[in-house]
């Protein structure tokens, strides 16, 4: 089993959509979460933090349960520019630390 | 302000050929990192530095080797390449808050990435 799992997709959406993905990890010394957007064959970069309480971010929306070591992220009002692939990324505390990246959700948004 | 760049950007060896990928940052961060990415998996992590002069092993280290001989770049050597080292990779670097002890929960940031084929 992976340590961090996502729903590969892909999620076809039209401009506006709610979209929603999900990530699970199976490390329960996970400490910190982040999403991070990679468009296609670009690096990643940091989307949002997720803290437990939850955040947003203009039209977007991270949530953490901990409890059932689950991670959301939420779209709103899809645009264009939103398709890329969202990677899902945990930090587990070990002896030194390990950052984990999820294997990433595509997304295309359609006019 | 160039943030984290990487050499070359593309490349292509036969296999058992050596080269060094080289990352330099301008953001005076102390860890630095090599990822791997393949398709259908996420980044794995190949070695990383936690300050100049440090190295350690990261989840798939094996024929690959690293140098932080300067604060600023790291650099990712193959020396002898394999067809399965084809892969796109990348650096990245993040700061280590002060009383953080044993990791760094910062924001990595990344290069533009290094695609290699190896035939």
């Known amino acids: 089993r992976k340590e961090v799992e996502q729903d590969p997709g892909p999620f076809n959406v039209p401009e506006g959509a709610t979209v929603a993905f999900n990530c699970t990890y199976s490390?329960?010394?996970?400490?910190?979460f982040f999403w991070y957007r990679q468009d296609c064959r670009k690096e990643p970069k940091l989307l949002m933090s997720?803290?437990?309480s939850g955040n947003e971010d203009g039209r977007f929306t991270a949530q953490l349960n901990r409890a059932s070591q689950y991670i959301s992220l939420l779209i709103r009002d899809s645009k264009l520019s939103d398709s890329a692939t969202y990677l899902c990324?945990?930090?587990?505390?070990?002896?030194?630390?390990?950052?984990?990246f999820g294997a990433g959700t595509r997304l295309f948004v359609k006019a | 302000n160039a943030g984290v760049t990487q050499t070359p950007k593309f490349r292509v060896l036969k296999t058992g050929q050596s080269m060094t990928l080289l990352c330099a940052q301008d953001?005076?961060?102390?860890?630095m990192y090599w990822y791997r990415q393949d398709p259908g998996m996420g980044l794995r992590l190949i070695h990383y530095?936690?300050?100049?002069?440090?190295?350690a092993k990261g989840e798939v280290p094996d024929g690959y080797n690293v140098s932080r001989l300067k604060k600023q770049n790291f650099l990712l050597g193959l020396e002898s390449a394999a067809p399965s080292q084809t892969s796109v990779y990348f650096c990245?670097?993040?700061?280590?808050?002060?009383?953080?002890?044993?990791?760094?929960?910062?924001?990595?940031?990344f290069g533009p990435g290094t695609r290699l084929t190896v035939l």
């Open positions: 990324v945990v930090n587990v505390r070990t002896g030194g630390f390990k950052t984990i």
């Open positions: 997720v803290y437990s």
């Open positions: 953001m005076n961060h102390e860890y």
């Open positions: 490390n329960s010394a996970s400490q910190s």
């Open positions: 990245a670097s993040s700061y280590q808050k002060s009383g953080l002890a044993g990791g760094s929960t910062d924001t990595q940031y």
């Open positions: 530095s936690v300050g100049e002069g440090t190295t």
